[in-house]
């Protein structure tokens, strides 16, 4: 018997990507004005259901169902958690003096810059990395996408196994953001 049991985990960023890319501040600073993490797992509801197809198909030794009658209404529980996380300035200041966040301290287009690829923001220099990267097909596509792109993305990746589903929303539009995706 197959269990479909799944974690889905959402993350969102209270600042836009062009804002943190644009404004100058370190990005450990421009993330840490919101985070909110929600994570649910749908496991419990699954056993249950597992359990309830053994029982019902008489697949259960007659020794252990009055261990299986006891627990069996822990398993229709639900467990919901909320945490709410505030950083304050003080907690702000200790990130801000922890050497492991100092790669971090930077802000994002030079810490882009450093890291990736292509060190400058010409785009005819972008354009001679892209060409070396992709074939004509993808690159126009790109190019497309660079000019067009509008202010909210929805991506999934599913494999048999796991699946991504990601949504960038971003006011003044997701383009800048995809140009310095593409540096690396």
Same mark, same amino acid.
């Given at each position: 018997?197959?269990?479909?049991?799944?974690?889905?985990?959402?993350?969102?960023?209270?600042?836009?990507?062009?804002? #943190?890319?644009?404004?100058?501040?370190?990005?450990?600073?421009?993330?840490?004005?919101?985070?909110?993490?929600?994570?649910?797992?749908?496991?419990?509801?699954?056993?249950?259901? #597992?359990?309830?197809?053994?029982?019902?198909?008489?697949?259960?030794?007659?020794? #252990?169902?009055?261990?299986?009658?006891?627990?069996?209404?822990?398993?229709?529980?639900?467990?919901?958690?909320?945490?709410?996380?505030?950083?304050?300035?003080?907690?702000?200041?200790?990130?801000?003096?922890?050497?492991?966040?100092?790669?971090?301290?930077?802000?994002?287009?030079?810490?882009v810059?450093?890291?990736?690829?292509?060190h400058?923001?010409?785009?005819?220099?972008?354009?001679?990395?892209?060409?070396?990267?992709?074939?004509?097909?993808?690159?126009?596509?790109?190019?497309?996408?660079?000019?067009?792109?509008?202010?909210?993305?929805?991506?999934?990746?599913?494999?048999?196994?796991?699946?991504?589903?990601?949504?960038?929303?971003?006011?003044?539009?997701?383009?800048?953001?995809?140009?310095?995706?593409?540096?690396?």
């Amino acid at each position: 018997m197959k269990a479909d049991q799944s974690v889905d985990l959402n993350v969102r960023f209270a600042t836009d990507p062009t804002e #943190i890319l644009e404004s100058g501040e370190p990005l450990i600073m421009c993330l840490l004005k919101g985070i909110a993490i929600d994570v649910k797992s749908h496991l419990w509801k699954k056993l249950s259901d #597992i359990l309830m197809k053994i029982l019902e198909n008489g697949e259960l030794p007659a020794d #252990i169902l009055p261990f299986v009658g006891g627990i069996s209404p822990l398993l229709l529980l639900k467990l919901n958690a909320h945490l709410d996380l505030e950083i304050d300035d003080k907690m702000k200041e200790a990130i801000a003096s922890n050497p492991i966040a100092e790669p971090l301290m930077m802000d994002a287009s030079t810490l882009v810059m450093s890291a990736s690829q292509v060190h400058s923001d010409d785009d005819e220099e972008l354009e001679e990395y892209l060409k070396e990267k992709f074939d004509p097909i993808q690159l126009e596509t790109l190019k497309f996408f660079i000019k067009h792109l509008g202010d909210e993305v929805d991506v999934s990746f599913v494999h048999q196994r796991a699946g991504i589903k990601a949504r960038l929303t971003s006011k003044s539009g997701l383009n800048l953001l995809l140009k310095n995706i593409l540096r690396f």
